[in-house]
């Protein structure tokens, strides 16, 4: 066969070189009958291929046919690399290498209007700012109409900058996760009672019985440990039937999971939980410098701060974030959860005062937490828990859990819970449990506020919200 090349490969020194590509035309630009430009794009590149007429190789009718092609349309360019005269500023400063091209066949030809134009899809909001200054009109594409045609709209490079980003990062947590000796479990997503306590579940007929879609793995994940496995970890869908409509939360989201047996301690959990995502965002930080860029480019953010001057991730309690929170003149239910608004004042708070933009809240009021949380030993009306913050809101959280069966039953009932719906987990404990803690962290919004992104939808290719189901 052929030998192709991918548009990432092309560099300056291949200057000369023939090279046969394939990829979709993202903008046409006749100059004359003699000359065309065309962009060709591939995932996150893209590369200008030029026609001129010339004896013997590009005929009038070639040059006509390129001119004619429609925008995405899918082709196949065999050309020679050429580089831009360094003495043409413009060219040089905006790309490597052109491809003067000698054949060049249409593959699959789009025969529709696009509903949006991925160059409209593709701006900044600098750029709009720019435009207004000098009086431009540009296109606006609203969120709705990108995520309504979000085939057309996947295509740009900030969202294959997103889902490449995404997709290292749950490569780097498996890979870290496996070097420490966790198991990857699959828990069933279909599931008697609702897992987090609640009302935000999905119920389902499942033949004749009453069920519910997952709202986490939380109760089978404990159930494995207690099944003799220390160490687990899952990556797997999480439904919440969210009456909010949000910025930052979905429907069906990505749930990455841990629970383990702990020694003394949960602390051990935040050290793990500190330590492997420092080790995610280092890898992710070294390893996506192009998906990062390209993200950049549309939606500028500010490079994360997440460890303090000492090396280590900044660990508060809950006590001394209200504290803090009090003191800048916020008024705070008294041990209360922290609404989204508290949160991010305290992001602000934290970044001001210790330069991170990520750490650990422990120590959380017991009333505030799911009913399997272990209460504090020293003050039940704490709980050995904790929460992650990124970019001033929460990402992660994660607790020691119960492991006595009474302790646990009276905790379910007190919440509310009906017990009967979730007996096989309860009676999991009987034989008995291990003492153990765990975690959950959302990838969507992990991604989202790593990138410095303002809306989970961007992080979900295809986001399921109160209000979307499809595409
Ligand atoms: O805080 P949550 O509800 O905790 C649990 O599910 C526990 N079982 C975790 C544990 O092991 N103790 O959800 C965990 C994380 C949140 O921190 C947040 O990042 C994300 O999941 N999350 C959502 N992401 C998108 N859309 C939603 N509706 C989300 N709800 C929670």
Redesign the pocket.
Known sequence: GRTWTDLRELSAEMKDKSVLIRGRVQTIRPMSKKIVFLVVRQNMSTVQCVLVVSKDIISTQMVRFAASLSKESIVDVEGVISVPDPKDPIKSATQQVEIHVRKLYCVNRNMYNLPINIEDASRSETEFKEAEKSGKQLVRVGQDTSLNNRVIDLRTAANQGIFGVKSEFVNEFRRRLRLKKFVEIFTPKVIAGSS?GGAEVFKLDYKGQPACLA??P?LHKQMTVCGGFSRVFEVGP?F?A?NSYTH????E?V?L?VEMEIMEHYYEVCDLVAELFVAIFNHVNENCSEELEAINRQYPFEPLKYLLPDGNVLRLTYDQGIEMLKEAGVKIEPMGDLNTEAEKKLGKLVSDKYNTDFYILTRYPLNTR?FYTMPCHDNPDYSNSF?VFLRGE??????QRIHDLEILTERAEKCGIDVKTISTYIDSFRHPAPLHG?????L???VMLFCGLNN?RKCSLFPRDPQRLTP
């Open positions: 987090e709202q986490s939380q999480v919440r969210e930052r939360h979905l429907c989201f749930g999971d799911p929460d929460e990402i992660i959280s994660g607790a765990g975690f959950g962290a959302g969507e919004r992990v989970i």
